[in-house]
Each structure stands twice: as C-alpha cells, then as structure tokens.
C-alpha cells in the first residue's frame, strides 16, 4: 500500500542539472530499499540508482559519478541529483521501493528531457 509520488523533471539542456524526488506514503525507514530507474522509447527498463535503509549505494556505469541517490527520512523522501546530464539521460524516471518478499512498489514517472 505504499503510494509513491516523483516530480521535478523538466526540459534541461545539456551539461544542466535536474533534483527528482519520490515522496513516500509511509516511513522509508520500513523499507528495504528505494531506487530510480529509467526508460526511453523501445527500450528496457533500467536501473540508475539504489539506496538501502542502511544508507549503501550503487549506481549504473552510465550514471556513476555524475548522479547522487540520497534520502531525507523525516521528510519520507528519496532524491536523485542529475548533474553534467547529457541527451542520452532523456527517459521517463520511475521511483520503486522494495520491502522484501516480492512486494515493490512503483511511482507513476517524470519526465526528463535532455536537449538544446
């Protein structure tokens, strides 16, 4: 039953930089973890950042060292900072949250559109 909410995507041109969120409906502290993942037309659904309810990361080589997953507990909330974007950053961003035993969650998406 876990509602999940994103926003904060928009049209940036290159090299710009883009903050998403996905708000929670219930303590994120309960869940395993929470990530972003991302999908352009006609292709696969792929994972772009993770974070655990003990605070480990892990990124996609694409994204790594451009892209910070971080959260704000009290706020029930997970971001993903998008600096240095380039065009082949341009997808729908979905926010998942994963409790364990196969139950995940899925947000509705935002839109990211990287281009002059």
């Known amino acids: 039953q876990v509602q999940l909410v994103e926003s904060g995507g928009g049209l940036v041109q290159p090299g710009g930089s883009l903050r998403l969120s996905c708000a929670a409906s219930e303590s994120i502290f309960s869940i395993d973890f929470m990530g972003w993942y991302r999908q352009s037309p006609g292709k696969q659904r792929e994972l772009v950042a993770i974070?655990?309810?003990?605070?480990?990361?892990n990124y996609a080589d694409s994204v790594k060292g451009r892209f910070t997953i971080f959260r704000d507990n009290a706020k029930n909330t997970v971001y993903l900072q998008m600096n240095t974007l380039k065009p082949e950053d341009t997808a729908v961003y979905y926010c998942?949250?994963?409790?364990?035993?196969?139950?995940?969650?899925w947000g509705q998406g935002t839109q990211v559109t990287v281009s002059s």
């Open positions: 974070i655990t309810s003990g605070g480990d990361r």
């Open positions: 998942k949250a994963y409790k364990g035993l196969g139950i995940e969650y």
